[in-house]
Structures are given as structure tokens and as C-alpha cells.
């Protein structure tokens, strides 16, 4: 492991980043190098030394009075989430993380099925008769770009790991490091963006949202998938802690939350349409339920409006 040279740099969020209010109560705090909070932080294998990084780095998980979202006072600056995510959090980080912990990546079919009805969903919400042009933002390695690339769609990601998307982008397939480069390479509006698992890792997730509203097409489609925290507070066990990770999950959304913030960018939550990717008839049935009750998630579908001179006019007669 290579330490940086100097520590990393902390700095205050003094607001809630959905809402804006700034009363809110503390519901968890103290430091990474407590005990039990060091030993969660080691499982994580980052690929850079946090402790020589990070001394007497302070947390202090916050709970708006506002809108009950929960989120990270202390957060590190620009320059300290380069390098959590563009050297810590490699190629290689990932792939012993998911190693321990998440044995479900092992199964690739089960995978592809998830990304080919989430591509299903996005396909049917979108305009028909059209190739949907689709933005991964956080792709990552790829994986579900390269699906929606075999299913006919006009793929287009982005992610700030190069390590990580070397594979895919050795494919030929468009992997941008930020927004300004995706504007740069003179890409219109889409049809639909995905933004999984990314709302949680970053400073100004509003903003975010913003930036990503302003690049969908009239009436398109966004999906947004965080995790669930939900009735977490101060973390029991380390599946819980990784809801709440001081270093990454500095957002902690739960369905209500993510809910108010779509709406407060303009955007439209919406059902999720039925997909059905099964042989067997309980799976089916299952997957037809959804049809009646589609319990409160934090998988959403939302939808951006038309704009009101962007409609047809009726004639009058």
C-alpha cells in the first residue's frame, strides 16, 4: 500500500442535502479510528493506507429535522475523493470487496437477468419506435452497458475509475470520466439515465440530480437505485455500517427521502413496469404481483415532464 503524502482533507456540510434546512440532531458520531469502526473500515480492503490518510478523522451521522434525511456532516473534499475512489477503491479494491461480502456478484447470470429487465422497464417507459440513446453515470466496470449495448440501445457511460472501466472501454464502448467530457464529446439529450448506487457516495446529490435532469430529454426517463437505510441509525453489525459508511455512503436515503428529492429537481415518480425474465410459474406469479402492490423502495423510476410549449396545441375549429 502507497500512503498519500499528506492527510486527507475533511469539511462541513452544514445543510441537509435534500432539503437545504439546517436543524437536524446528531444520531451517530465519533472517530474512524474507534475501534470497531477501524475494524468495519479494514474489511472494506481499500487499496491505499486510511489510517496513515486519515488520523483523528471525525464522523457525525445527521438527521434533518425537514424531511428525515439522514446524511454525513464530515465529508472529505474534492481532492480526498479522488483519491477514495480513484485509488483506494480500484479495480482490485472491488473485486476482493465483492469477494467477501458479496457473494451474489458470483453469479453472472443472475446478474445480466436483473440488468436485461431493469434495460426491459427503461425500454417500455421510453418513446416507441425510437433506439433509445441511455447514460450509465457511475457504470463503473460495465457490465450492464455492455448488456444494454447487445439489446440495441445507444449506450454512453461515465465513472471516474479508470482502473475500473479499463476492460469495458478496451471493448470500444464510450466511458467518460465527468459530465464536462460528455459535453465536450457533443452529446445531445437521452432518453433514459441510470444512476445506481451513486446518490449515496456524493457531496452534493441534489446537485447531481440537477446536472443529470438538465441532460434527459423532455418526458425521458432516470432510474435511481440507493440503499434502503431505513430504521438505520447507529449500525449494529457491519452489513448495517456499510448502509451508513462514513468514508462512501455519506448520503443515507430512505424511499420517502429519495422520493422528495426527485421532486424538488422536477421530476415525477412513476410505477416501475412489470418485466418478466423466468422460466418457472412461482417466479412469474411473483413478478406479476407487482401489477397490484409495489411496496415503497429505493429502486425508483422518475419521469421528467414535458415542457408545458413542448406539447402539441389543439387546433381550434
Same mark, same amino acid.
Given at each position: 500500500?502507497?500512503?498519500? @503524502?499528506?492527510?486527507?482533507?475533511?469539511?462541513?456540510?452544514?445543510?441537509?442535502?435534500?432539503?437545504?434546512?439546517?436543524? &437536524?440532531?446528531?444520531?451517530?458520531?465519533g472517530r474512524l479510528t474507534d475501534?470497531?469502526?477501524?475494524?468495519?473500515?479494514?474489511?472494506?480492503?481499500?487499496? &491505499?493506507?486510511?489510517?496513515?490518510?486519515?488520523?483523528?478523522?471525525?464522523?457525525?451521522?445527521?438527521?434533518?429535522?425537514?424531511?428525515?434525511?439522514?446524511?454525513?456532516?464530515?465529508?472529505?473534499?474534492?481532492?480526498?475523493? %479522488?483519491?477514495?475512489?480513484?485509488?483506494?477503491?480500484?479495480?482490485?479494491?472491488?473485486?476482493?470487496?465483492?469477494?467477501?461480502?458479496?457473494?451474489?456478484?458470483?453469479?453472472?447470470?443472475?446478474q445480466a437477468t436483473q440488468m436485461?429487465?431493469?434495460?426491459?422497464?427503461?425500454?417500455?417507459?421510453?418513446?416507441?419506435?425510437?433506439?433509445?440513446?441511455?447514460?450509465?453515470?457511475?457504470?463503473?466496470?460495465?457490465?450492464?452497458?455492455?448488456?444494454?449495448?447487445?439489446?440495441?440501445?445507444?449506450?454512453?457511460?461515465?465513472?471516474?475509475?479508470?482502473?475500473r472501466t479499463a476492460d469495458i472501454?478496451?471493448?470500444?464502448?464510450?466511458?467518460?470520466?465527468?459530465?464536462?467530457?460528455?459535453?465536450?464529446?457533443?452529446?445531445?439529450?437521452?432518453?433514459?439515465?441510470?444512476?445506481?448506487?451513486?446518490?449515496?457516495?456524493?457531496?452534493?446529490?441534489?446537485?447531481?440530480? !440537477?446536472?443529470?435532469?438538465?441532460?434527459?430529454?423532455?418526458?425521458?426517463?432516470?432510474?435511481? @437505485?440507493?440503499?434502503?437505510?431505513?430504521?438505520? %441509525?447507529?449500525?449494529?453489525?457491519?452489513?448495517?455500517?456499510?448502509?451508513?459508511?462514513?468514508?462512501?455512503?455519506?448520503?443515507?436515503?430512505?424511499?420517502?427521502?429519495?422520493?422528495?428529492?426527485?421532486?424538488?429537481?422536477?421530476?415525477?415518480?412513476?410505477?416501475?413496469?412489470?418485466?418478466?425474465?423466468?422460466?418457472?410459474?412461482?417466479?412469474?406469479?411473483?413478478? %406479476?404481483?407487482?401489477?397490484?402492490? !409495489?411496496?415503497?423502495?429505493?429502486?425508483?423510476?422518475?419521469?421528467?415532464?414535458? %415542457?408545458?410549449?413542448?406539447?402539441?396545441?389543439?387546433?381550434?375549429?
Amino acid at each position: 500500500m502507497t500512503a498519500p @503524502a499528506a492527510p486527507l482533507v475533511f469539511h462541513a456540510r452544514p445543510a441537509c442535502p435534500v432539503c437545504g434546512a439546517t436543524s &437536524g440532531r446528531t444520531i451517530w458520531s465519533g472517530r474512524l479510528t474507534d475501534a470497531q469502526i477501524a475494524a468495519h473500515l479494514d474489511r472494506f480492503f481499500y487499496s &491505499g493506507d486510511w489510517r496513515a490518510a486519515l488520523p483523528n478523522a471525525e464522523f457525525a451521522l445527521k438527521e434533518c429535522a425537514g424531511c428525515a434525511m439522514k446524511w454525513h456532516h464530515h465529508v472529505l473534499d474534492d481532492a480526498g475523493l %479522488a483519491v477514495l475512489y480513484g485509488a483506494w477503491a480500484d479495480a482490485e479494491q472491488a473485486r476482493r470487496f465483492e469477494a467477501a461480502h458479496v457473494p451474489d456478484k458470483a453469479d453472472s447470470f443472475a446478474q445480466a437477468t436483473q440488468m436485461t429487465k431493469l434495460i426491459l422497464r427503461l425500454r417500455h417507459l421510453t418513446t416507441p419506435g425510437t433506439q433509445p440513446r441511455l447514460l450509465d453515470f457511475g457504470c463503473g466496470d460495465g457490465k450492464f452497458l455492455r448488456v444494454a449495448r447487445a439489446l440495441g440501445l445507444e449506450a454512453v457511460g461515465i465513472d471516474i475509475s479508470a482502473s475500473r472501466t479499463a476492460d469495458i472501454r478496451a471493448e470500444g464502448l464510450e466511458i467518460l470520466p465527468d459530465l464536462d467530457a460528455l459535453d465536450a464529446a457533443g452529446h445531445g439529450a437521452f432518453d433514459a439515465i441510470v444512476l445506481s448506487q451513486v446518490l449515496e457516495h456524493v457531496t452534493d446529490p441534489r446537485g447531481l440530480l !440537477q446536472a443529470l435532469v438538465a441532460r434527459l430529454g423532455c418526458g425521458g426517463v432516470l432510474f435511481v @437505485a440507493v440503499p434502503d437505510t431505513s430504521g438505520v %441509525a447507529v449500525p449494529g453489525d457491519f452489513h448495517q455500517f456499510t448502509l451508513v459508511q462514513p468514508l462512501e455512503h455519506i448520503n443515507a436515503f430512505a424511499p420517502g427521502s429519495l422520493r422528495e428529492l426527485g421532486r424538488r429537481v422536477g421530476l415525477r415518480a412513476i410505477r416501475r413496469p412489470v418485466a418478466f425474465m423466468t422460466t418457472t410459474p412461482r417466479a412469474a406469479l411473483r413478478t %406479476a404481483l407487482n401489477w397490484v402492490w !409495489q411496496p415503497a423502495s429505493t429502486d425508483v423510476f422518475f419521469r421528467k415532464p414535458i %415542457a408545458r410549449d413542448a406539447r402539441p396545441h389543439r387546433v381550434q375549429t
